[in-house]
């Protein structure tokens, strides 16, 4: 288990002090895929890089496993992060070392015997897809299949988390979401703990199971990906999850929100207009399979709203959809 307490840290230079983050709280449990989301310059990327000490904090804790990692020696903050490791956007391979090389330099480092490290590094390079690339060298490889020598190479000293910081930023859409598959396979066959850092919420919501959103600094919403995509209570969550999706309507405007929580099963729409003899457009829609199940939700305009909004409220409660008022003003 990682526990974050109170977390701050603020980079000083000559002239000023920038607070990179500011009482940063979250617990991210064993085997969970924790995404942390944020605009650029939010912060993401220092918590990241706090989270194995690459960047000391200013104030706080970083726990894992109950150990401090702020007050043990440099001894056993070496052997921690063994059990921490971490891939990249820009891969950071050596160019003059093959594939099977690369992978091998984590045991080097760490000591495990040539043949041992040589048996293992041509294990996880076929677990990672690569088993046919052992003798091929970075420039000869794709930006996937170099992120995935990456990952191999980061499994090499048997990590318990699995650090991301915007792993698939400089990948193509399918090239991203193999990386994804990739790594949720990882997580279930090695109970692997994975913090991805992104800006992008469609790679969040693709493999995470829970999220949390930093703005100017601070955690200003976290929890279930599934609650935090039906109900983002923050401005910076709204933002990133309608943001290029939805329109801000005219001022006061007065829409219904529908939320699917991977339950419903009836065609909801079809019988709203049938059964309530309702007049509603779609404003938006969206959905989402997180963990097999489907959650969605779906923005409605009412053409006479005062005249049919207790009408489809007490529907929908009969019905089991959870619904809410909202109107332009909370909409991105």
């Known amino acids: 288990m990682i526990e974050i307490k109170k977390l701050g840290k603020t980079f000083d230079d000559a002239t000023s002090k920038t607070v990179a983050l500011k009482n940063i709280n979250l617990t991210i449990e064993d085997g969970d895929i924790y995404g942390i989301i944020g605009l650029s310059g939010a912060g993401k990327s220092t918590l990241v890089r706090c989270i194995n000490l690459l960047e000391k904090p200013t104030t ?3 726990l894992i496993d109950g150990e ?3 007050k043990v020696s440099k001894d056993r ?3 921690i992060r063994k059990k921490v490791a971490m891939i990249f956007q820009s891969f950071n391979l050596l160019q003059q070392r093959s594939v099977l090389k690369n992978v091998e330099l984590a045991g080097e480092i760490n000591n495990i015997p040539p ?6 590094a041509i294990k996880l ?3 990672v897809g690569l ?6 060298y970075p420039a000869q490889l794709s930006g996937g ?3 995935r020598v990456a990952i191999a190479r980061a499994l090499m000293n048997d990590p318990k988390v699995l650090l991301c910081d915007e792993a698939t930023s400089a990948l193509d859409p399918e090239t991203t979401r193999s990386i994804l598959e990739l790594l949720k396979k990882l997580n279930k066959s090695l109970n692997l703990t994975i913090v991805i850092i992104s800006h992008q919420m469609s790679v969040i919501e693709e493999v995470c199971n829970k999220v949390a959103i930093i703005d100017k600094s601070q955690i200003v919403e976290n929890g279930n990906l599934q609650d935090v995509f039906l109900k983002p209570q923050s401005e910076a969550a709204k933002k990133i999850i309608y943001s290029g999706r939805v329109s801000t309507g005219v001022k006061g405007e007065k829409f219904v929100k529908l939320m699917f929580d991977g339950e419903i099963q009836q065609p909801i729409i079809t019988n709203i207009i049938q059964e309530c003899n309702i007049l509603l457009s779609i404003y938006y829609a969206e959905s989402k399979v997180i963990a097999g199940k489907t959650y969605g939700q779906i923005i409605f305009r009412l053409p006479y709203y005062e005249e049919d909004i207790d009408k489809l409220k007490s529907y ?6 959870a619904c809410e008022e909202v109107d332009s003003d909370d909409l991105y």
């Open 125 to 127: 390079l076929k677990t």
């Open 60 to 62: 706080g804790e970083i």
């Open 316 to 321: 929908l409660a009969k019905n089991g959809v």
């Open 68 to 70: 401090d990692l702020c």
């Open 115 to 120: 043949e041992e490290r040589k048996e293992k």
């Open 77 to 79: 903050l070496r052997e």
């Open 145 to 147: 299949q170099q992120q």
């Open 131 to 136: 088993g046919e690339k052992l003798d091929s």
